[in-house]
């Protein structure tokens, strides 16, 4: 059936840098797949993890392996068979917490079935044991027949398969004192990593307070500018102020040259001022004499508008005087024209 994934989740990879092991190294430009995968005909757990074409994580999870959380976010655990050490950093701290107990599922597993595994493994070769002993028994005595010829053709066999698992215990035992090797390593790369995640953390706070007192400066020498700006528009309300009263100077010192100017001819103009007082003055005494003639004339004018209507009133009454005379003169002819028909 070949491996099965068991359990996937998302998050940001890291491996730790092989020269320093103390910096970490991005494996991805962002969050990609992480699965544990079940090998059943092996019996056998992985971590894989792909990022585009490229595998970034291949680990076999060993009994010996230890998954450590070293912040509410990332963790990190050790593979000696890839010389490396693998880190995680997930979005949230309950996908570190699932991976986590997941990881610890995983690794009790695979120590059950390495345990089953090495009783097969010394069972088969118990049973190889005995088998070879048995063999060289049957050497020892004549042949008795076709059974004992086919009991020395299995005993061969099982000598050649001890032999083989013989070679794979030693290989096995060289295997685990190197992984045992590796893995010294890796704690050691992982104490230092842990105390330079420590350092880090002394740096990032020392950083942070001298963060929070570059921003306080900050502030302080924007405030320090802001007055400067203050100053400054100040000094060019000032500027601008001088300007016009150096602008007015001038026209004032324009005035006053045109009044020195004008100074000068002030003798003349009083001179002509006299003159014309007196010509004024002359013309006042003229102007006098002549409302008195006016007045004098306004007087005569009212004599005769007074005569006038004097005379009017009397030529009125000299005229019905000379009507009432015609009116008689008028009777009187008719009069004589009467006695004149009678005769």
């Known amino acids: 059936m070949g491996e ?16 320093t092991k103390k910096n970490w190294m991005p494996a991805s430009k962002q969050a990609v ?18 990022d585009g074409a490229k595998v970034i994580i291949n680990s076999t999870i060993t009994p010996n392996m230890t998954f450590t959380k070293t912040s509410q976010k990332f963790g990190q655990w050790a593979d000696s068979r890839a010389n490396t050490v693998f880190g995680l950093g997930f979005s949230s701290e309950q996908q570190l917490t699932k991976f986590a107990e997941k990881f ?3 690794k009790e597993a695979a120590k059950i079935a390495k345990d089953k595994t090495q009783e097969k493994i010394e069972t088969s070769s ?18 008795a027949g076709p059974a004992d010829t086919h009991l020395k053709s299995e005993n061969d066999k099982l000598k050649i398969a001890l032999t083989q698992s013989a070679a794979n215990v030693k290989k096995w035992e060289i295997e685990l004192q190197t992984l045992r090797e590796s893995n ?22 020392i950083c942070r307070d001298e963060n929070d007192r570059l921003r306080t400066k900050i502030d302080e020498l924007e405030e320090q500018c802001s007055e400067i700006n203050r100053e400054k528009e100040k000094n060019t309300q000032l500027k601008r102020r001088i300007e016009e009263l150096e602008a007015e ?20 103009l009083m001179s002509e001022c006299e003159y014309v007082s007196e010509k004024l003055e002359a013309a006042e005494r003229d102007n006098q004499n002549l409302e008195d003639k006016v007045r004098s004339l306004k007087t005569d004018i009212e004599e005769s508008k007074y005569r ?9 009454s000299f ?16 009069g004589l024209s009467k006695l004149g028909t009678d005769n």
Do not use: C, M
């Not at 994934?5 to 990879?13: L, M, N, Q």
């Not at 797949?33 to 059943?40: E, L, Q």
């Not at 019905?320 to 009187?332: A, Q, T």
């Open 184 to 205: 010294a390593r890796l704690t050691t790369a992982l104490q230092e990593s842990a105390a330079s995640v420590e350092q880090w953390r002394r740096q990032f706070s």
């Open 4 to 19: 099965q994934p068991i359990f996937t989740t998302r998050a940001h990879v890291f491996q730790i840098d092989p020269n």
């Open 249 to 268: 100077l001038r026209e004032k010192e324009t005035e006053l040259k045109d009044l020195r100017k004008q100074s000068e001819i002030i003798p003349q």
């Open 308 to 316: 006038q209507r004097h005379l009017k009133v009397e030529l009125k």
């Open 104 to 106: 610890q599922e995983v």
């Open 33 to 50: 797949t992480v699965s544990y995968f079940y090998d059943v005909t092996r019996n056998s757990y992985r971590i894989i993890s792909v």
């Open 126 to 143: 118990n049973h190889s044991q005995a088998s070879s002993v048995n063999g060289t028994d049957d050497e020892k005595a004549s042949h």
């Open 319 to 334: 005229l019905e005087v000379l009507d009432g005379k015609i009116d008689d003169l008028h009777d009187f002819r008719r």
